[in-house]
């Protein structure tokens, strides 16, 4: 992903965090998400949803998305999210709800995933407000 993004300032982190982004019910604990890009300055989370065998995991993550978008936004960071398979886009409640709290929602295709490397490398260029 680093080399998609052409950003020799930026760092991936696989399961990493986010600071500030936080369980309502642990806030001591960061949330750990799948992917996190930084430039040490600027966050951003990458979530990613395969179907491989059940739909659990987008449903999952679909009943996460307000609560997480909410927390990731509070504390200035981006959220995105990578979603994969046909089960999960028959699960159109879940796709719905993953699209409405993320800043930038891809399919897994190489065209997708150079869309979210556009915006990722926009966010972390972007010198204005988050």
């Known amino acids: ?38 430039d040490s300055a600027k966050y951003a989370a990458v979530e990613v949803s395969f179907q ?3 739909n659990s995991v987008i449903e ?8 997480r978008y909410d927390q990731v936004k509070q504390a200035g960071h981006k959220i995105t999210y990578v979603i994969d398979g046909a089960g999960n886009f028959q699960r159109e409640n879940a796709v719905r709800t993953l699209c409405m709290h993320s800043d930038c929602t891809v399919a897994f295709t190489r065209e997708e995933l150079d869309v979210l490397c556009q915006f990722l490398r926009e966010y972390f260029t972007n010198t204005e407000s988050q």
Do not use: C, H, W
């Open 1 to 38: 992903m680093k080399d998609n993004i052409g950003m020799d300032s930026v760092t991936v982190i696989p399961n990493g965090n986010l600071p500030g982004v936080t369980y309502t019910e642990d806030p001591g604990r960061l949330i750990t998400f799948d992917i996190v890009v930084s």
């Open 52 to 54: 491989v065998t059940t």
């Open 60 to 67: 999952r993550k679909a009943g996460q998305a307000r609560y």
